[in-house]
Every structure is written in C-alpha cells, then in structure tokens.
C-alpha cells in the first residue's frame, strides 16, 4: 500500500499538538482511513533539541515545496503574510493544505478554495473555528439541505474564560484575562480575543460558508469584552442573563446582519451555559431548526484534534476536490444590512440622583421597560432594559435620555 506523505508547517503549540495525536493514533487513523500515512517534514525556524521527531525537522519551506512525495500540508504558522505564501505555493502545486489559521481563511478563504478547486485539490480549516468542536463540514455536508437562517455562537475561548471569571469568581477582569494567558488560550496578542477580532473573524468564517458569499471582518460590527465589568455581570445575573461574547450572523430581509459583540444571554438559551474555555455555535436551518455544537474552542489537543481530521480528509481526497467546501469572492458588502437596523433589546445602566423621577423618563420614551434590581444596589444609578426596536430607534431614545442622565453602559440583548 502506498504510503501519503505528510508535511507539517509550524512546530508551535498547534503544530506539536498535532504531530503528537498524529503518531499517539497512528494506527486507528490508518485504519479509519484506509491509508498509509507518515509526516516526512516538519518545518519550523527553531531548533528542538531532543525532539523524538529529529529526522523530520527542516528550516527551509523549499524541501516541503520541492518534494513530489507530498501530497498533503499542515499550516500552522499563523497570520497572513508569511502563511499566504507558502499555501498559495502548495495549493499551486496541488498539495491540499489543512490550517488552523483563521485570519487567513478569514481574509483570504475565497482565493485560496478556487485556487485549490483549480489545482484538484483541497483547502481545509476545521481547525480554523471552534477549536476541536465539528462545525465546518456539519455547516456544509450534514446541513446542506437547509437555508441557513442565524448563526449564533461563543466563537473565543480566552474572553469565556474571562466572562466565567468574572461571573462565578468575581474576579476582575486583569486577573482573569492573566490566568487565560498562562494557561495558554490567549493569541500572543490578547487584543485579538478581548476585542473581539478573533471571534469575529472565525463569525466569517462560518458566514462565508453558510450564505456563499465571503464576509470580510470590515463588513462585521465587532466590539469586545474590555468595557464589560463586575456591576453589568451582576445586574445580568439578577435579570435572568448571562454576559457573553457572542457572534451573530442574521438572514434577514434587508441582508444579512452580522455583529461581534457582548451580550446579554438569557438563562433559557443553552449559551449561557457554555463556560471557560468551552466555545458553542447554534446553527439554525429551515429544515432542522436549531442545533447546537460545543466543546472545546482553544488549547492545544482540541486544535490538533480537527488538524489531523483534515489531514485524514484530505489524503482519503487526493486529487478530488470537495465541492461542497466553497463560497463566492465578494467586491462589496451589498448583501450585508446596516447592524442598527436590526430590532434589538439593550441592557442600560445610567447614572442619576433622582430614580423616581429618571424612571418617569424612560417609561416616556420607551413605553415600557424592565427595570433591573439589584441586590447591592447602588443609590445613584439605575439598570433597565428595553423593548425590542430597531437599534436605529433605541439609539434616539438614548440620545434624548443623556439630555437628563449619563449612560454607562448599553449592552445588547441575544
Ligand atoms: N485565542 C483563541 C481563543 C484560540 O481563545 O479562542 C483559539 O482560536
């Protein structure tokens, strides 16, 4: 039986994380897959004195490039400069790459899927959402029979870690965000998960393959979790909800709405059960209704998990294409509705010294409203929520409201 020869890109926590699960389950991967496999290379700039894959290593992407024996690459270096490079290289040579690299795909999954389609072979990144949790071929094999109608999901480990913090430690948020770090879910720049770029490049992602268009990250509204604090979590808490970062991709009739943003979860919505590290995504389609896919967003073993899947995939399809695995390039963002359009319920925490008479106010410009008790209460300040209205309309209301009072803080409602 002909062996498939295998290169890996990038030795970092990923990229071991797979060669390991690789080698510990060798033999029922060949089984499943009918195949022969071996990793020939193992490419990385640093040196790993001891390493018990020594023979594999090399410094130069040119002995991955040049060798006909390879059929299948792991790209697992991250970013878009340097990884858009070589896999553009690969795929031209038609070796399918798999990734876990979300800002490629991200910005650049339209190109590098028809440059893959061209060359007869594949591009995959199961890896590239949700950690080791199954969503990419659920979204484009197991429910291509739906329309999909939202996409709702915790798409970041390291700001659920922080949130859980927050919520059942009280904790703030500097510690939490710390700890996250040390335990290795952070992206080497924290920015990306706190504010939100993370999530919402993997929120394309998945939009990119369930509405056939490719979704930019500009064409999200993203804000993250930095704002979020002790006293909102609280006031949450005692409304029934709890604050989570959440992705949210809408089919709606003027487009698509597609946010990145912290939100209120109700307590009857399984995603405000989702803790720690843990990632979900709610898929809704017109045939199945919601379903629901969970587990382990971040951390090396869940990664390599959906890493070697991919690797599995793509040698049991050399030189066959997966036509369901595609989207559209798009020029501008004429399917994608403004966010503001959207009808929406907010979370308000504002400042006042009179809450008799601030609490007049609101019911006069919302109509009705829940106010939000709160078991520490503070005197000079009062926590409510809204109907649900276009955001467009919550947004005047607001703005006539701060005539009298100080907004806090406005968080929206899933
Ligand atoms: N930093 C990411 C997270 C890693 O926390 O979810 C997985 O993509």
Aim: some cysteine; hydrophobic content about 40%.
């Amino acid at each position: 039986m002909p062996i498939s020869k295998i290169a890996v890109i990038g030795f970092g926590v990923v990229g071991s994380g797979a060669v390991e699960l690789f080698y510990k389950n060798k033999e029922l991967i060949e089984k499943r897959s009918g195949r022969k496999m071996d990793i020939k290379w193992i490419c990385d700039l640093r040196d790993f004195p001891g390493s018990p894959f020594a023979d594999k290593f090399t410094k130069n992407f040119d002995d991955i490039l040049n060798d006909p024996e390879i059929t299948v690459a792991a790209e697992m270096i991250g970013g878009k400069t340097l990884a858009y490079d070589y896999t553009k290289k690969l795929l031209s040579r038609g070796v399918s790459v798999v990734t876990s690299n979300k800002e490629l795909v991200a910005y650049h999954g339209a190109e590098l899927i028809k440059l893959a389609k061209e060359n007869k072979c594949n591009y995959f990144f199961e890896a590239s959402v949700g950690g080791g949790i199954p969503i990419i071929r659920p979204l484009h094999q197991c429910l291509a029979a739906n329309r999909i109608e939202r996409i709702s999901g915790i798409l970041n480990g390291t700001t659920n870690f922080i949130l859980t913090k927050m919520i059942y430690d009280h904790v703030a948020f500097d510690e939490a965000l710390a700890e996250a770090q040390r335990l290795g879910y952070a992206e080497s720049d924290p920015s990306a998960d706190i504010d939100g770029a993370d999530a919402c490049r993997k929120l394309c992602i998945l939009g990119s393959l369930a509405f056939g268009k490719h979704i930019y990250p500009e064409y999200v509204h993203c804000s993250g979790i930095r704002q979020i604090t002790l006293d909102d979590v609280e006031y949450a808490e005692t409304a029934g909800y709890a604050v989570k970062l959440i992705g949210l991709i809408d089919r709606t009739e003027k487009g698509l709405v597609a946010t990145v943003c912290p939100r209120l979860v109700s307590v009857n919505n399984p995603l405000s059960g989702v803790n720690d590290v843990y990632n979900a995504i709610m898929v809704r389609g017109d045939g199945v209704g919601d379903t629901l896919f969970y587990g382990r967003g971040a951390g090396k073993e869940a990664t390599a998990s959906a890493v070697v899947a991919d690797i599995i995939d793509a040698v049991k399809h050399e030189n066959a294409d997966i036509a369901s695995l595609t989207w559209e390039d798009s020029t501008d963002r004429d399917f994608i509705a403004p966010y503001k359009s959207a009808d929406v319920r907010v979370y308000v925490r504002v400042k006042c010294n009179d809450a008799d008479s601030l609490k007049g106010l609101i019911t006069q410009f919302f109509g009705y409203v829940d106010f939000i008790p709160r078991k520490q209460r503070s005197q000079n300040e009062l926590a409510f929520i809204t109907p649900l209205i276009e955001e467009y309309q919550i947004n005047k209301k607001l703005a006539l409201l701060s005539e009298h009072a100080d907004i806090m803080k406005r968080i929206r409602l899933l």
